[in-house]
Protein backbone atom coordinates (compact mmCIF):
# COMPACT_ATOMS: atom_id res chain seq x y z
CA UNK A 1 0.00 0.00 0.00
CA UNK A 2 0.99 3.60 -0.87
CA UNK A 3 2.53 5.55 2.00
CA UNK A 4 -0.01 8.81 2.17
CA UNK A 5 -3.51 8.79 2.62
CA UNK A 6 -3.66 6.15 5.41
CA UNK A 7 -6.24 6.27 8.20
CA UNK A 8 -5.40 4.94 11.46
CA UNK A 9 -7.87 3.00 13.62
CA UNK A 10 -9.97 1.19 10.77
CA UNK A 11 -12.07 -2.29 11.31
CA UNK A 12 -11.56 -5.27 9.35
CA UNK A 13 -14.82 -4.28 7.56
CA UNK A 14 -13.55 -0.62 6.60
CA UNK A 15 -10.36 -1.89 5.28
CA UNK A 16 -11.88 -5.10 3.46
CA UNK A 17 -14.44 -2.13 1.66
CA UNK A 18 -11.68 0.23 1.44
CA UNK A 19 -9.32 -2.61 -0.71
CA UNK A 20 -11.97 -3.64 -2.61
CA UNK A 21 -12.69 -0.18 -4.01
CA UNK A 22 -8.71 0.82 -4.68
CA UNK A 23 -9.34 -2.43 -6.83
CA UNK A 24 -12.25 -1.50 -8.76
CA UNK A 25 -10.70 2.09 -9.32
CA UNK A 26 -7.51 0.64 -10.60
CA UNK A 27 -8.85 -2.37 -12.47
CA UNK A 28 -11.92 -0.38 -13.85
CA UNK A 29 -11.65 3.01 -13.40
CA UNK A 30 -8.12 4.81 -14.15
CA UNK A 31 -8.02 3.16 -17.78
CA UNK A 32 -10.68 4.07 -19.23
CA UNK A 33 -11.49 7.83 -17.46
CA UNK A 34 -9.25 10.34 -19.64
CA UNK A 35 -11.32 8.72 -22.53
CA UNK A 36 -14.68 8.87 -21.21
CA UNK A 37 -13.79 12.41 -20.21
CA UNK A 38 -12.62 13.64 -23.16
CA UNK A 39 -15.70 12.42 -24.94
CA UNK A 40 -18.23 13.72 -22.22
CA UNK A 41 -19.43 10.36 -21.77
CA UNK A 42 -21.64 9.17 -19.32
CA UNK A 43 -19.75 6.00 -17.06
CA UNK A 44 -22.57 3.61 -17.38
CA UNK A 45 -20.66 0.60 -16.85
CA UNK A 46 -18.48 1.79 -13.71
CA UNK A 47 -21.49 2.98 -12.40
CA UNK A 48 -23.38 -0.16 -12.60
CA UNK A 49 -19.66 -1.61 -10.83
CA UNK A 50 -20.23 0.57 -8.13
CA UNK A 51 -23.92 -0.83 -7.55
CA UNK A 52 -22.58 -4.07 -7.53
CA UNK A 53 -20.03 -3.04 -5.05
CA UNK A 54 -23.09 -1.51 -2.68
CA UNK A 55 -21.87 2.27 -2.43
CA UNK A 56 -24.95 3.28 -3.48
CA UNK A 57 -26.06 2.42 0.01
CA UNK A 58 -23.01 2.59 1.70
CA UNK A 59 -24.39 4.50 4.34
CA UNK A 60 -27.93 3.57 4.35
CA UNK A 61 -29.34 1.80 7.18
CA UNK A 62 -28.77 -1.88 7.15
CA UNK A 63 -32.95 -1.92 8.24
CA UNK A 64 -33.46 -0.03 4.79
CA UNK A 65 -31.67 -3.03 3.02
CA UNK A 66 -28.24 -0.60 2.81
CA UNK A 67 -25.01 -1.29 4.38
CA UNK A 68 -25.24 1.10 7.58
CA UNK A 69 -21.51 2.21 7.20
CA UNK A 70 -20.31 5.50 9.00
CA UNK A 71 -19.54 9.01 6.81
CA UNK A 72 -15.92 8.53 7.39
CA UNK A 73 -15.91 4.79 5.77
CA UNK A 74 -17.78 6.63 2.83
CA UNK A 75 -15.84 9.68 2.82
CA UNK A 76 -12.41 7.59 2.20
CA UNK A 77 -14.53 5.08 -0.36
CA UNK A 78 -15.07 8.72 -2.04
CA UNK A 79 -11.48 9.67 -2.12
CA UNK A 80 -10.32 6.39 -3.88
CA UNK A 81 -12.99 6.81 -6.19
CA UNK A 82 -12.21 10.59 -6.95
CA UNK A 83 -8.76 9.15 -7.67
CA UNK A 84 -9.58 7.66 -10.28
CA UNK A 85 -12.41 10.44 -11.90
CA UNK A 86 -13.80 12.83 -10.04
CA UNK A 87 -16.93 13.31 -11.96
CA UNK A 88 -17.88 9.55 -10.72
CA UNK A 89 -17.67 10.51 -7.17
CA UNK A 90 -19.82 13.30 -8.14
CA UNK A 91 -22.44 11.11 -9.34
CA UNK A 92 -22.20 9.01 -5.98
CA UNK A 93 -21.69 12.44 -3.70
CA UNK A 94 -25.51 14.26 -4.82
CA UNK A 95 -27.72 10.58 -4.50
CA UNK A 96 -25.41 10.21 -1.04
CA UNK A 97 -26.62 13.43 -0.32
CA UNK A 98 -30.46 13.01 -0.82
CA UNK A 99 -30.10 9.46 0.93
CA UNK A 100 -28.59 11.59 4.13
CA UNK A 101 -31.38 13.88 3.98
CA UNK A 102 -33.94 11.31 4.14
CA UNK A 103 -32.62 9.25 6.62
CA UNK A 104 -32.05 12.49 8.77
CA UNK A 105 -35.54 14.37 8.46
CA UNK A 106 -37.70 11.76 6.52
CA UNK A 107 -40.89 10.48 7.86
CA UNK A 108 -41.00 6.88 7.82
CA UNK A 109 -43.21 6.33 5.38
CA UNK A 110 -41.37 8.32 3.26
CA UNK A 111 -38.16 6.53 4.56
CA UNK A 112 -39.70 3.26 3.73
CA UNK A 113 -40.25 4.50 -0.12
CA UNK A 114 -37.06 5.38 -1.23
CA UNK A 115 -34.25 4.26 1.19
CA UNK A 116 -34.36 0.67 -0.11
CA UNK A 117 -34.22 1.48 -3.78
CA UNK A 118 -31.81 3.77 -3.37
CA UNK A 119 -29.81 1.50 -1.57
CA UNK A 120 -29.37 -0.42 -5.13
CA UNK A 121 -29.08 2.17 -6.98
CA UNK A 122 -32.51 1.64 -8.71
CA UNK A 123 -33.58 5.38 -7.27
CA UNK A 124 -31.32 8.14 -8.11
CA UNK A 125 -31.24 10.97 -6.18
CA UNK A 126 -30.15 14.75 -7.31
CA UNK A 127 -30.07 18.02 -5.30
CA UNK A 128 -31.13 21.29 -6.10
CA UNK A 129 -30.64 24.33 -4.09
CA UNK A 130 -28.68 26.86 -6.42
CA UNK A 131 -30.41 29.15 -8.88
CA UNK A 132 -29.27 31.39 -11.46
CA UNK A 133 -29.48 34.09 -9.88
CA UNK A 134 -28.05 33.01 -6.90
CA UNK A 135 -24.93 30.58 -5.29
CA UNK A 136 -24.28 30.91 -1.90
CA UNK A 137 -26.91 33.61 -0.57
CA UNK A 138 -29.86 30.79 0.02
CA UNK A 139 -32.10 33.85 1.19
CA UNK A 140 -31.98 35.16 -2.38
CA UNK A 141 -34.30 31.95 -3.43
CA UNK A 142 -37.32 32.56 -6.31
CA UNK A 143 -38.33 29.03 -6.80
CA UNK A 144 -42.13 29.03 -5.25
CA UNK A 145 -44.40 26.27 -4.09
CA UNK A 146 -47.70 27.95 -3.14
CA UNK A 147 -50.68 25.36 -1.93
CA UNK A 148 -53.32 24.17 -4.14
CA UNK A 149 -56.02 22.30 -2.13
CA UNK A 150 -53.97 19.60 -1.07
CA UNK A 151 -51.27 19.68 -3.32
CA UNK A 152 -48.32 22.22 -3.81
CA UNK A 153 -47.70 24.22 -6.92
CA UNK A 154 -43.99 24.68 -7.87
CA UNK A 155 -42.61 27.44 -9.95
CA UNK A 156 -39.35 28.68 -10.68
CA UNK A 157 -35.87 27.71 -12.35
CA UNK A 158 -32.86 25.64 -10.21
CA UNK A 159 -29.26 25.74 -11.88
CA UNK A 160 -26.62 22.94 -11.31
CA UNK A 161 -28.14 19.65 -10.77
CA UNK A 162 -25.49 16.81 -10.69
CA UNK A 163 -27.42 13.96 -11.79
CA UNK A 164 -30.39 16.42 -13.22
CA UNK A 165 -30.95 14.05 -15.86
CA UNK A 166 -30.04 10.70 -14.59
CA UNK A 167 -31.55 10.82 -11.68
CA UNK A 168 -35.25 10.14 -10.65
CA UNK A 169 -35.41 11.67 -6.90
CA UNK A 170 -34.88 15.45 -6.68
CA UNK A 171 -34.51 17.40 -3.49
CA UNK A 172 -35.89 20.96 -4.26
CA UNK A 173 -35.56 23.60 -1.71
CA UNK A 174 -38.19 26.13 -2.52
CA UNK A 175 -39.64 29.62 -0.87
CA UNK A 176 -43.03 28.43 0.87
CA UNK A 177 -45.23 30.86 3.05
CA UNK A 178 -45.30 29.46 6.06
CA UNK A 179 -46.04 33.44 7.68
CA UNK A 180 -42.49 33.46 9.57
CA UNK A 181 -40.58 36.48 10.27
CA UNK A 182 -37.23 34.93 8.86
CA UNK A 183 -37.22 33.86 5.43
CA UNK A 184 -34.70 30.89 6.69
CA UNK A 185 -38.10 29.88 8.23
CA UNK A 186 -40.20 29.97 4.84
CA UNK A 187 -38.31 27.28 2.50
CA UNK A 188 -39.32 23.59 2.37
CA UNK A 189 -38.17 20.92 0.54
CA UNK A 190 -39.66 18.81 -1.73
CA UNK A 191 -38.97 15.47 -2.85
CA UNK A 192 -39.63 15.63 -6.79
CA UNK A 193 -40.16 12.30 -8.80
CA UNK A 194 -39.07 12.49 -12.15
CA UNK A 195 -38.02 10.29 -14.92
CA UNK A 196 -34.78 10.17 -16.01
CA UNK A 197 -33.25 11.98 -19.10
CA UNK A 198 -34.25 15.24 -20.86
CA UNK A 199 -37.01 17.05 -21.79
CA UNK A 200 -40.36 17.29 -20.00
CA UNK A 201 -39.01 14.03 -17.18
CA UNK A 202 -42.57 15.13 -15.46
CA UNK A 203 -45.83 17.22 -15.75
CA UNK A 204 -44.61 20.88 -15.17
CA UNK A 205 -40.92 19.97 -14.50
CA UNK A 206 -37.79 19.93 -17.94
CA UNK A 207 -34.28 19.33 -17.77
CA UNK A 208 -33.29 20.99 -20.62
CA UNK A 209 -30.32 19.38 -21.44
CA UNK A 210 -26.36 19.01 -20.16
CA UNK A 211 -24.43 21.92 -19.23
CA UNK A 212 -21.26 22.36 -20.93
CA UNK A 213 -18.29 22.69 -18.45
CA UNK A 214 -14.47 23.03 -18.46
CA UNK A 215 -14.67 19.92 -16.40
CA UNK A 216 -16.26 17.58 -14.38
CA UNK A 217 -17.10 15.45 -17.74
CA UNK A 218 -19.11 12.64 -17.80
CA UNK A 219 -21.79 13.34 -15.29
CA UNK A 220 -24.56 15.21 -16.35
CA UNK A 221 -25.10 19.03 -15.05
CA UNK A 222 -28.26 20.52 -15.31
CA UNK A 223 -30.95 23.27 -15.07
CA UNK A 224 -34.31 22.04 -14.11
CA UNK A 225 -37.41 24.57 -15.18
CA UNK A 226 -40.87 23.99 -12.74
CA UNK A 227 -43.85 25.76 -14.48
CA UNK A 228 -46.82 24.72 -12.80
CA UNK A 229 -45.48 21.52 -11.26
CA UNK A 230 -48.16 19.68 -9.02
CA UNK A 231 -46.65 17.58 -5.64
CA UNK A 232 -48.63 16.08 -3.26
CA UNK A 233 -48.24 17.49 0.30
CA UNK A 234 -46.89 14.04 1.31
CA UNK A 235 -43.54 14.90 -0.85
CA UNK A 236 -42.57 17.87 2.00
CA UNK A 237 -40.03 16.23 3.29
CA UNK A 238 -40.17 15.30 6.70
CA UNK A 239 -43.58 16.16 6.14
CA UNK A 240 -43.68 19.60 7.94
CA UNK A 241 -43.44 22.55 5.77
CA UNK A 242 -40.49 25.76 6.60
CA UNK A 243 -37.96 23.38 7.51
CA UNK A 244 -36.06 23.33 4.04
CA UNK A 245 -33.34 25.70 5.06
CA UNK A 246 -32.27 23.83 7.78
CA UNK A 247 -32.51 19.97 5.90
CA UNK A 248 -30.53 21.55 3.47
CA UNK A 249 -27.80 23.05 5.37
CA UNK A 250 -27.40 19.34 7.02
CA UNK A 251 -27.06 18.32 3.58
CA UNK A 252 -24.35 20.43 2.47
CA UNK A 253 -22.68 19.93 5.86
CA UNK A 254 -21.95 16.05 5.12
CA UNK A 255 -21.33 17.39 1.61
CA UNK A 256 -18.31 19.33 1.96
CA UNK A 257 -16.68 16.61 3.99
CA UNK A 258 -17.32 14.95 0.57
CA UNK A 259 -15.49 17.09 -1.44
CA UNK A 260 -12.92 17.23 1.14
CA UNK A 261 -13.11 13.81 0.19
CA UNK A 262 -12.89 14.17 -3.39
CA UNK A 263 -10.01 16.37 -3.34
CA UNK A 264 -7.83 14.50 -1.82
CA UNK A 265 -8.03 11.32 -3.92
CA UNK A 266 -7.57 14.40 -6.84
CA UNK A 267 -4.54 15.68 -4.76
CA UNK A 268 -3.21 11.82 -4.27
CA UNK A 269 -3.53 10.71 -8.02
CA UNK A 270 -1.67 14.41 -8.74
CA UNK A 271 1.42 13.56 -7.03
CA UNK A 272 1.34 10.27 -7.99
CA UNK A 273 1.62 11.08 -11.42
CA UNK A 274 4.31 13.68 -10.44
CA UNK A 275 6.48 11.23 -8.51
CA UNK A 276 6.21 8.77 -11.59
CA UNK A 277 6.31 10.81 -14.38
CA UNK A 278 10.06 12.55 -12.14
CA UNK A 279 11.54 9.07 -12.15
CA UNK A 280 10.94 8.17 -15.58
CA UNK A 281 11.90 11.86 -17.33
CA UNK A 282 15.62 12.84 -17.41
CA UNK A 283 17.25 15.81 -17.75
CA UNK A 284 20.70 17.14 -17.95
CA UNK A 285 22.02 13.00 -17.24
CA UNK A 286 19.22 11.92 -14.97
CA UNK A 287 15.95 11.72 -13.77
CA UNK A 288 14.47 15.05 -12.73
CA UNK A 289 13.25 13.48 -9.25
CA UNK A 290 17.37 13.88 -8.57
CA UNK A 291 17.55 17.52 -9.06
CA UNK A 292 16.84 19.30 -5.88
CA UNK A 293 14.38 21.83 -7.13
CA UNK A 294 11.88 18.83 -8.13
CA UNK A 295 12.21 16.62 -5.02
CA UNK A 296 11.07 19.62 -2.83
CA UNK A 297 8.53 20.44 -5.02
CA UNK A 298 7.41 16.30 -4.23
CA UNK A 299 7.93 16.88 -0.41
CA UNK A 300 5.82 19.77 -0.51
CA UNK A 301 2.55 18.22 -2.46
CA UNK A 302 3.48 14.79 -0.18
CA UNK A 303 2.82 17.07 2.69
CA UNK A 304 -0.13 18.86 1.62
CA UNK A 305 -1.97 15.73 0.51
CA UNK A 306 -1.27 13.94 3.64
CA UNK A 307 -2.64 17.25 5.67
CA UNK A 308 -5.69 17.48 3.38
CA UNK A 309 -5.92 13.92 4.16
CA UNK A 310 -6.00 14.18 8.05
CA UNK A 311 -8.31 16.97 8.17
CA UNK A 312 -10.92 15.45 6.05
CA UNK A 313 -11.05 12.57 8.32
CA UNK A 314 -11.20 14.39 11.34
CA UNK A 315 -14.08 16.05 10.25
CA UNK A 316 -16.08 12.69 9.17
CA UNK A 317 -15.27 11.00 12.64
CA UNK A 318 -16.58 14.03 14.21
CA UNK A 319 -20.06 13.81 12.23
CA UNK A 320 -20.04 10.34 13.09
CA UNK A 321 -19.42 10.56 17.22
CA UNK A 322 -22.42 13.51 17.01
CA UNK A 323 -20.50 16.12 17.39
CA UNK A 324 -21.09 19.70 15.86
CA UNK A 325 -18.26 20.16 12.76
CA UNK A 326 -19.29 22.69 10.81
CA UNK A 327 -16.14 24.74 11.62
CA UNK A 328 -13.86 21.15 10.92
CA UNK A 329 -16.35 20.56 7.75
CA UNK A 330 -15.29 24.18 6.21
CA UNK A 331 -11.80 23.84 7.35
CA UNK A 332 -11.67 20.56 5.85
CA UNK A 333 -13.15 21.64 2.40
CA UNK A 334 -11.34 24.40 2.42
CA UNK A 335 -7.73 23.63 3.14
CA UNK A 336 -8.31 19.90 0.98
CA UNK A 337 -9.72 22.12 -2.32
CA UNK A 338 -6.70 24.92 -1.70
CA UNK A 339 -4.09 22.33 -1.71
CA UNK A 340 -5.83 20.35 -4.41
CA UNK A 341 -5.15 23.11 -6.65
CA UNK A 342 -1.64 23.67 -5.48
CA UNK A 343 -0.24 19.94 -5.70
CA UNK A 344 -2.00 19.59 -9.11
CA UNK A 345 -0.19 22.91 -10.44
CA UNK A 346 2.98 21.34 -8.73
CA UNK A 347 2.36 17.93 -10.71
CA UNK A 348 1.35 19.73 -13.79
CA UNK A 349 4.62 21.70 -13.71
CA UNK A 350 6.76 18.73 -13.07
CA UNK A 351 5.54 17.04 -16.56
CA UNK A 352 6.60 19.99 -18.28
CA UNK A 353 4.68 20.79 -21.62
CA UNK A 354 3.65 17.46 -21.74
CA UNK A 355 1.16 17.91 -19.10
CA UNK A 356 -0.15 20.72 -21.54
CA UNK A 357 -1.03 17.55 -23.93
CA UNK A 358 -4.56 15.41 -23.74
CA UNK A 359 -2.45 12.36 -23.84
CA UNK A 360 -1.49 12.89 -20.13
CA UNK A 361 -3.95 12.52 -17.01
CA UNK A 362 -2.48 15.35 -15.45
CA UNK A 363 -4.50 17.66 -18.18
CA UNK A 364 -7.51 16.04 -17.13
CA UNK A 365 -6.80 16.60 -13.31
CA UNK A 366 -5.60 20.02 -13.73
CA UNK A 367 -9.39 21.11 -14.78
CA UNK A 368 -11.39 18.94 -12.23
CA UNK A 369 -9.42 20.51 -9.56
CA UNK A 370 -10.75 23.94 -10.03
CA UNK A 371 -14.34 22.72 -9.41
CA UNK A 372 -13.15 21.94 -5.85
CA UNK A 373 -12.52 25.75 -4.88
CA UNK A 374 -16.37 26.10 -5.68
CA UNK A 375 -18.66 22.95 -4.78
CA UNK A 376 -20.19 23.18 -1.48
CA UNK A 377 -19.27 26.57 -1.08
CA UNK A 378 -15.85 28.62 -1.98
CA UNK A 379 -13.20 29.11 0.27
CA UNK A 380 -14.62 32.78 1.16
CA UNK A 381 -18.19 31.02 2.45
CA UNK A 382 -15.86 28.63 4.36
CA UNK A 383 -14.08 31.34 6.04
CA UNK A 384 -17.00 33.06 6.93
CA UNK A 385 -18.62 29.85 8.31
CA UNK A 386 -15.18 29.24 10.06
CA UNK A 387 -14.91 32.94 11.24
CA UNK A 388 -18.04 33.84 12.84
CA UNK A 389 -17.68 30.45 14.72
CA UNK A 390 -14.87 31.14 16.09
CA UNK A 391 -15.92 34.85 17.11
CA UNK A 392 -18.61 32.67 19.09
CA UNK A 393 -16.06 30.64 20.91
CA UNK A 394 -13.35 33.10 21.43
CA UNK A 395 -15.66 36.02 21.94
CA UNK A 396 -14.02 38.39 24.95
CA UNK A 397 -15.84 38.65 28.46
Known amino acids: MPRLCQTDGLTEDQIEILKAVRQFVDEKIIPVATELEHKDEYPTEIVEGLKELGIFGLMIPEEYDGLGESLLT ?23 IVAYMLMQHGTEAQKQKYLPKMATGEVRGAFSMSEPGLGSDVSAITTKAVKDGDDYLINGQKMWLTNGG ?6 VLTKTDEGAESVYRNMTTFLVEKEPGFGETAPGLTIPGKIDKMGYKGVDTT ?48 FELGIAYSQQRETFGKPIAEHQAILFRLAEMATKVETAHTMMVKAARMKDSGQRMDVEAGM ?5 SEYCNEVVEASFRIHGGYGYSKEYEIERLYREAAFMLIGEGTSDIQKMIIGRSLLKDYKLR
Not at 77 to 93: D, K, L, Q, T, Y
Not at 166 to 171: D, G, H, K, R, V
Not at 255 to 260: C, L, S
Open 332 to 336: AKMLA
Open 74 to 96: YALCVEEIARGWMSVSGVINTHF
Open 166 to 171: SSTLIA
Open 223 to 270: EAIFENHRVSADQVLGGEPGQGFYQMMDGVEVGRVNVAARACGIANRA
